[in-house]
């Protein structure tokens, strides 16, 4: 085990350095940031000090050892945009995605399960052709236009939901938390929802799928013949086991709500991380951009990595061991 | 005073009531929520040159000279300016002003002021360029202040309607990160910064010493709300009482809603062709019909800047690209702006005419061209380009419509790399400061034409403006100025399209005072 550890560790960390230099070049190649951020009547020597002064004078690799020099002590560079840490303005928004997607992923489990069940159990009903056709769509229609449809409705036309924005917050640690507050609930809900769809449909397909499988399987027909009764069978034996795969795919899926929020943030005014990777994009702070990407990818090594331990201690027939 | 007792009494009760029913009316009204679609990315007014921090910035501080919604000049900071020889500016100050904080402001936090601008760490836009005639400040006395340049320099006020003045004693060591935290955003302006949500809301309170007029707002909530879309529905839905920047496809539905108000203002922001001036041979996305190089560049040939210009159906394009948000333009100015060239209309579309110079000049079947533009920074630019692509096609120019991400496409712009390229510019409201940055040669030691991006230029055009630089008598300047504009726009250097209308939308209980420099603030908003 420890060795499989280390040696996770060792190909996360070179999973990391390729990643910062491909986005480093990538960046890089996108175009000058000095002719976005400058104002535009600068002169000439205004922007040669400009360019200085963000230290992007130096050729392309010396820039990146000056960033992997930082990096190594914690400092992912300063934000050109803000003059503030990248990895500060990153965390501080943190809180914001993190709601969302935890939101995001509540309602996909609360909506989706009883949905999914339910189709799965009366495959042949009115009622689950309705919820399959209904998955289609939440597949199926953009994230974007059903934010605004949902704007548009909720907000504009019935009044009961703000458009847009965060509400209130209250501060614990250091780090501001709206879903304490009811006006913060009020905000939450329509982008928690607009995020939630597409996860929603997938945990319906899940369910009904794991369901109908389910119930031709042995121990179900055994249970039914001892004459249990169909609900214990149901929640008891049938839900029990369908969880397992649910649960592994929405943990996985929390990793890419977290990292691609972007667009519903955006719909929404919600000022988290996707937001701030959008703006930071629009105006090419590299920092930003590059300590963004640095973040979620340590995010998806780690959930990845948590992953692999849990199934090896929930499932001993996985084995981490290295055979060599 | 002649009043006696009880009229006096009667007078206190009748105030009073007043009073009353007004705090009861205006227990809501005195808040403003407001959305703006441009983040603030510091409160730092020296940090990064930005019209949406300038807006922000101009809620907290003053400057020595402020500007009204029509970009002229009024006494801010300073109740007085002249030039006492000709290169020598003194400019009186306003007594009895205090900051935020109670320090009262004296000439020595304008001299400290000026220190700080071209020295704050890491400013990816500084506002030196503004300050930087300047050689000499000396405080005569507390509010007295003689500021020397180097030549005569009849733009300095003009320059210093740009600089924020901040407090000696409060900001010798203050950071970017401590204005941004609301620590050190302490000025004199209208209102206190409260708390700073960066990227997402600014909260601040009345300024109630304030030496102005005093805002209506005792409270108010300055969002960003970046996406279009959200941004009118948040005021559709109420959640906002006022927003800038109302997406041109909204607008219909906004001027169509009884319990919604609209102001708008032209503004000083010209969207224009830039052509390359600087090829003689082959131009890089210029070919023949067939698709091969054309040896010399067509566009160093007048008549076909010309025919270029007049192929354009610039009302077409205000009327329905730009939804009537946009004034067909010749000329960078607005009417009513210091240097505008009065009677310098854009000309008629005329197609066949546009021929006739094409064929004039050597180019009867016409030839292959590529348009490029952005398309995410401008109002409908990706839209305009297509336009203009269609119109230039009408007159035998077969066009190519590239349009791009103004990320990749600024720099590439700026690097001579395309023919022709569709832009913007909003001006100072003084002729020098789009002639010296767009039509100037370019000269970095003179820094002349820094975002003259198709290198044009005119000897005639620069001996002007050199010349407009060190005139101190404004009539004389601004008739140099309007005489080099000319000179360069009768020549084609750039291809005018239109000028910006701001637009502000707001519920129909407040009226706003709509400016030509699109700064939104609180101040300029009331209730009707």
Redesign the interface.
């Known amino acids: 085990m420890t060795v499989y550890l280390l040696r996770r560790i060792l190909q996360s960390l070179m999973v990391l350095l390729a990643m910062s230099v491909i986005v480093f070049v990538g960046v890089y190649a ?18 040669e ?2 360019i200085a ?2 230290g992007l004078d130096l050729p392309l690799w010396q820039q990146y050892l000056v960033f992997l020099q930082n990096a190594l002590r914690g400092d992912l560079g ?1 934000s ?5 840490p990248a990895l500060q ?1 990153i965390l ?1 928004r943190m809180p914001a995605t993190l709601e969302l997607a935890f939101g995001a992923m509540f309602l996909s489990v609360l909506i989706g399960l009883p949905l999914g069940l339910y189709a799965g159990l009366k495959p042949e009903s009115i009622g689950s052709r309705v919820i399959m056709a209904g998955s289609i769509l939440g597949f199926s229609l953009p994230t974007f236009w059903v934010g ?1 449809m949902l ?2 409705v909720f ?2 036309q019935l ?1 009961w939901l ?5 509400g209130e917050t209250v501060q614990i640690l250091g780090l ?1 938390w709206s879903f304490l507050t009811a006006n913060g609930w009020a905000h939450l809900a329509m982008p928690a929802f607009n995020l939630a769809l597409f996860k929603i449909s997938l945990v319906i397909r899940l369910t009904r799928s794991g369901v109908r499988e389910a119930m031709l399987m042995d121990y179900v027909k055994f249970a039914r013949a001892k004459g249990l009764s169909p609900t214990r069978v149901t929640f008891v034996h049938v839900f029990k086991n369908i969880l397992i795969p649910v649960v592994t795919v929405v943990g996985l899926e929390l990793g890419s709500t977290i990292a691609f929020s972007v667009v519903t943030e ?4 919600w ?1 988290g991380m996707g ?2 990777i959008i ?1 930071s ?4 702070d590299r920092p930003v951009i590059v300590a963004y990407l640095m973040v979620i990818v340590l995010m998806f090594i780690t959930i990845n990595l948590i992953v692999d331990i849990l199934y090896s201690v929930l499932d001993p027939r996985v084995r981490l061991e290295s055979k060599a | 005073m002649a009043i006696n007792t009880r009229g006096r009494k009667l007078a206190a009760g009748a105030v009073m009531g007043a009073a009353m029913a007004l705090a009861a009316h205006g227990a809501q009204a005195q808040n403003l929520n407001m959305a703006v679609g441009a ?1 603030v ?2 409160l ?1 007014p020296h ?4 019209s949406p921090n300038n807006a922000a910035a101009g809620m907290i501080f003053d400057r020595l000279i402020n500007t009204d919604g029509d970009a002229r000049m009024q006494p801010g900071l300073a109740e007085s300016w002249r030039a006492v020889e000709p290169n020598v500016w003194e400019f009186r100050l306003r007594r009895g002003v205090t900051f935020h904080n109670g320090n009262p402001f004296t000439a020595e936090d304008v001299a400290f002021t000026f220190q700080r601008v071209p020295n704050v ?6 506002f ?2 503004f300050v930087r005639p300047i050689t000499n400040v000396e405080v005569v006395d507390s509010h007295t202040l003689r500021i020397t340049t180097q030549n005569p320099s009849p733009l300095l006020p003009q320059d210093l309607t740009n600089i924020f003045i901040l407090d000696r004693e409060t900001h010798e060591n203050a950071t ?2 401590q204005f ?1 935290s609301g620590q050190a955003a302490i000025g004199t302006g209208p209102f206190r910064v409260v708390s700073h ?5 600014i909260e601040f309170a009345r300024n109630d010493s304030y030496f102005g007029t005093r805002p209506a707002w005792a409270t108010v909530n300055y ?5 279009g ?3 009118t ?2 005021l ?4 906002v009482d006022f927003i800038d920047q109302v997406p041109t496809p909204d607008l219909a539905r906004v001027r169509g809603d009884r319990r919604l108000a609209v102001s708008e203002k032209v503004g000083l922001r010209l969207i224009f062709l830039g052509l390359d001036h600087m090829r003689e041979d082959a131009s890089p996305f210029i070919t023949d019909n067939n698709g091969q190089p054309i040896a010399r560049n067509p566009l160093r040939d007048l008549r076909v800047r010309q025919a270029l210009s007049i192929a354009i159906d610039r009302p077409a394009i205000a009327n329905r690209v730009m939804e009537g948000s946009a004034t067909p333009s010749a000329q960078f100015l607005p009417p009513g702006v210091f240097s505008h060239i009065p009677n310098f209309a854009p000309p008629a579309p005329d197609a066949a005419r546009a021929r006739a110079l094409l064929a004039e000049a050597g180019f009867p079947e016409g030839f292959r061209i590529t348009l490029h533009g952005p398309n ?1 920074r401008y109002p409908n630019d990706g839209r305009i380009v297509q336009a203009v692509g269609q119109m230039w096609t009408r007159i035998g120019v077969r066009t190519t419509v590239e349009a791009q ?4 496409f ?3 712009a ?1 690097r001579q790399e395309f023919s022709a390229f569709l832009i913007g ?2 001006s ?1 409201p003084e002729g020098s ?1 789009p002639v010296r ?1 767009i039509l100037a040669t ?1 000269n ?1 030691d003179r ?2 034409g ?2 003259n991006r198709g290198r044009y230029s005119n000897p005639e055009v620069d001996s002007r403006l050199e010349a407009a630089l060190v005139e101190l008598d404004d009539a004389r300047r601004e008739a140099i100025l309007q005489e080099a504009q000319r000179i360069a726009l009768e020549d084609v250097g750039i291809i005018p399209l239109h000028i910006q209308t701001n637009i502000w939308a707001m519920r129909n209980t407040l009226q706003h005072e709509a400016r030509a420099d699109e700064l939104t603030r609180a101040q300029d908003v009331r209730p009707r």
């Open positions: 996108i175009g000058d940031p000095v002719e976005i951020l400058i104002s535009p009547d600068a002169d000439q020597m205004e922007r000090r400009a002064a963000l300063r050109f945009v803000f003059n503030e303005l501080n605004l704007i548009m907000a504009v009044g703000p458009s847009s924005g965060r501001h955006t719909v929404f005014a000022p937001k701030l703006d994009i629009n105006v090419l | 983040p990315t510091s730092d940090y990064h040159q930005l760490p890491n400013s990816p836009s500084s030196a360029a970017t990160e941004n949500t960066m990227g997402d809301r969002r960003m709300i970046t996406n879309g959200a941004r529905a948040a559709l839905s109420g959640d995410n991400p103004w990320t990749t600024v720099g590439r700026g510019w909003g100072n400061h940055n370019a970095r820094g002349w820094a975002s």
